[in-house]
């Protein structure tokens, strides 16, 4: 599956921003969609996770009750809106796509990755 996000952007602190991250090539159905982020010297992080359904999210605890992962299967697209933007919140985020079972924060459980979208937020 090949998977194209958008929706980055430059903004202040406690902005508000959505990413989108569309599907195609295979059924946009058989994959758990998750969201990840990552900064210079660091590596990948988990931010947030949705199940084929759409019934089941999961998120980092660092974006937990400001970030909201859903997902249209009729576009083949994922979305991620991000409130209450922090500086901390600054990195490339990469949208990705998991065929097995649920693991969401597990890096390597993820088959397909989106080529990534800048966000920085300034304080």
């Known amino acids: 599956v090949q998977l194209q996000a958008s929706g980055g952007g430059w903004l202040q602190a406690g902005g508000s921003l959505r990413l989108s991250c569309a599907a195609s090539?295979?059924?946009?159905?058989?994959?758990?969609m998750g969201w990840f982020r990552q900064t210079p010297g660091k590596e990948r992080e988990f931010v947030a996770a949705?199940?084929?359904?759409?019934?089941?999210?999961y998120y980092a605890d660092s974006v937990k009750g400001r970030f909201t992962i859903s997902r249209d299967n009729a576009k083949n697209t994922v979305f991620l809106q991000m409130n209450s933007l922090k500086p901390e919140d600054t990195a490339v985020y990469y949208c990705?796509?998991?065929?097995?079972?649920?693991?969401?924060?597990?890096?390597?459980?993820?088959?397909?990755w989106g080529q990534g979208t800048q966000v920085t937020v300034s304080s």
């Open positions: 990705a796509a998991d065929g097995g079972t649920w693991r969401p924060t597990t890096r390597d459980a993820y088959d397909y």
């Open positions: 090539g295979r059924t946009f159905t058989n994959y758990i």
């Open positions: 949705i199940n084929r359904s759409a019934s089941r999210t």
